[in-house]
């Protein structure tokens, strides 16, 4: 990811969607950090309020599965163009 980038935030606990953000600079390393020490500053665009009506990573078509283990994943265009609809109409 990248500055000018748009991704789509993921809370595991919940297995849920729940946010949609620009990427408004470069990646920052944290090397005092042993787990997750990559971030991204994000300027938000849509966010739902409340975890409990998010909604949930499989039904834009992501498989939980593929999230483990990892802190970020590429989504397909089908993915992203259908979290961003799930997440606007959750956030109203």
Do not use: K
Not at 7 to 18: D, K, R, S
Not at 60 to 87: D, N, Y
Request: aromatic share 10%; proline share 8%.
């Amino acid at each position: 990811m990248q500055a000018g980038d748009r991704a789509i935030l993921y809370a595991a606990v919940w297995q849920a969607i729940f946010g949609v953000v620009d990427v408004i600079g470069d990646p920052e390393n944290d090397p005092t950090r042993s787990r997750w020490a990559w971030s991204y500053p994000v300027r938000p665009v849509t966010v739902v309020s409340d975890l409990n009506n998010a909604p949930p990573v499989e039904a834009a078509g992501i498989f939980p599965q593929s999230l483990w283990r990892h802190s970020h994943i590429r989504l397909t265009e089908e993915q992203f163009e259908s979290a961003c609809g799930l997440i606007e109409a959750a956030a109203q």
